[in-house]
């Protein structure tokens, strides 16, 4: 297959989709308060199901790409799982880990994307498609279902995260592989280059993630804080 021009961070077509998820996400905000069936709920659960098979097949079909690097061991792609759960089943202990994981993982990655093609690339299309799902799913579940992230949330999105990244950590040691960077950086550019080189940037990536954490829930506070 062919493939698309290069990525340009924070080009035409970038900010383009950028407005087009946040259009989603505001759609989302409005109806879901509304949607009593939850049947937006469904039509994002079986996209969220669907890309992933449409997103293995191009991988390994037609990319050629191995299936040591074709896993579903990256936190926004196990994220899209525990969306889907969260989803069908109304898990707020889910919804717990979910949220901190699409705001800080998946949101972040939308703004700095790791990817080498442009629109109209499959890739391009798979890798925001997929991001933007994650991020709406969990806005559904904090205006459809009433969810919203607590002080502790962060403690056991934090232990979670942790232990996760202890048990990848393990598997790229095992089959050679950069799950969640932890080996090496994206050579796209990310906040991560601020973290100071490698390997020394993973020892950062613990205390960036309870600054994301914090910052993720601070919206939380303060409106908790204003109603009192």
Not at 11 to 27: D, K, N, R, S
Not at 139 to 167: K, M, Q
């Amino acid at each position: 297959m062919t493939q698309g021009p290069d990525f340009a961070l924070l080009g035409g077509e970038h900010l383009l989709t950028l407005v087009l998820i946040l259009v989603l996400a505001l759609v989302v905000g409005r109806v879901a308060p509304r949607d009593h069936r939850f049947r937006l709920a469904w039509v994002i659960v079986v996209l969220l199901i669907a890309q992933e098979v449409v997103k293995l097949y191009f991988f390994v079909g037609v990319y050629d790409q191995s299936w040591k690097e074709s896993l579903p061991v990256d936190l926004c792609r196990v994220n899209q799982f525990l969306c889907v759960y969260m989803l069908v089943r109304h898990s707020y202990r889910v919804f717990e880990v979910a949220y901190f994981w699409a705001m800080g993982g998946s949101l972040g990655a939308l703004i700095t994307p790791d990817i080498a093609y442009g629109f109209p690339d499959p890739r391009f299309l798979m890798f925001f498609f997929s991001h933007g799902l994650v991020v709406l799913a969990t806005l559904y579940a904090i205006f459809g279902y009433g969810f919203r992230p607590r002080l502790r949330s962060i403690a056991v999105a934090l232990g979670i995260t942790g232990g996760y990244a202890l048990i990848v950590a393990c598997l790229n040691y095992l089959l050679d592989t950069n799950y969640l960077f932890l080996r090496a950086k994206p050579e796209a550019p990310t906040v991560l280059d601020f973290l100071g080189p490698s390997p020394i940037y993973v020892l950062g990536l613990f205390g960036l993630a309870i600054l994301v954490c914090v910052l993720c829930y601070a919206p939380f506070a303060l409106t908790r804080r204003n109603n009192r």
